[in-house]
């Protein structure tokens, strides 16, 4: 249990690509969304060195993301509850969308699954993660999704299509790389490093003042 708060924000500028000071994200609410994807477990990395770094991390999981890690491993490097139910409300008497949405500096929906980035080009709300996301105004606080899949499925014609809605729509993305997948192949599709999630999250935190 020694993870998540283990350095003080202040020290914890190394180790992230690109010179960020993490020190940017220090009392921010950054809102880690994650769906079904192997990568998931990448996204325990980006949860506790954001925590770290001082933000204060809400994590939301799919139910398929559940079947990938538990939410507890979440729960304890956020130090926070974790979202998996539209219909459990955790913190909250008003919806717990709404104001999870609301009180969000940023988010990040990572993993980002085919399924997911397919929901949210057609402006589905069905589940948690796209029912939080459906509720934030990206006018004000920026999305960013971090697809991850099998090259194939990155490859297929509705992906691309998706990808390119979304970008028109004012998501914002970073990678996949390419490189070795869980299906044992090289290609494109992997998720970016948790470190280059990390400093992208900082890089636009710090933009935003
Ligand atoms: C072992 C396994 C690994 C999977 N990995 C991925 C993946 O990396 N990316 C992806 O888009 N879908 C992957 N899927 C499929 C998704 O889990 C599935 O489409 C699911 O419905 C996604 O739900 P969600 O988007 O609500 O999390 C995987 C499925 C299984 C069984």
Redo the contacts with the bound molecule.
């Keep these: 249990m020694s993870e998540p708060n283990s350095k003080p924000a202040s020290s914890a500028a190394a180790g992230v690509p690109g010179g960020v000071d993490l020190r940017a994200v220090n009392g921010k609410k950054v809102l880690v969304c994650i ?5 998931a477990y990448k996204t325990a990395t980006v949860v506790s060195r954001l925590a770290q770094a001082g933000a204060e991390v809400t994590v939301a999981m ?4 559940t ?2 890690v538990a939410p507890l491993t979440f729960q304890a490097l956020s130090g926070r509850a974790v979202y998996t139910s539209t219909w459990e409300h955790i913190e909250s008497q008003d919806p717990q969308h709404i104001a999870l949405a609301s009180r969000a500096d940023i988010a990040v929906v990572a ?1 980002c ?4 980035l397919a ?1 949210l080009a057609t402006g589905r709300a069905d ?1 948690v ?1 796209t029912l939080i996301v459906s509720a934030i105004d990206r006018s004000k606080t920026p999305v960013l999704l971090a697809p ?3 090259a194939v ?1 990155w490859d297929q014609p509705a992906t691309q299509r998706n990808i390119e809605t979304l970008r028109g729509d004012g998501f914002e993305f970073i990678g996949p790389g390419d490189g070795w997948q ?1 299906c044992r192949t090289v290609g494109a599709g992997r998720m970016s490093e948790a470190e280059e999630i990390v400093g992208r999250v900082m890089g636009m935190c710090a933009g935003r003042g």
């Design positions: 769906c079904g994807g192997i990568a799919t139910e398929a993301a079947k990938f993993p699954t085919m399924d997911c929901r589940d993660v991850s899949m099998n499925m869980a």
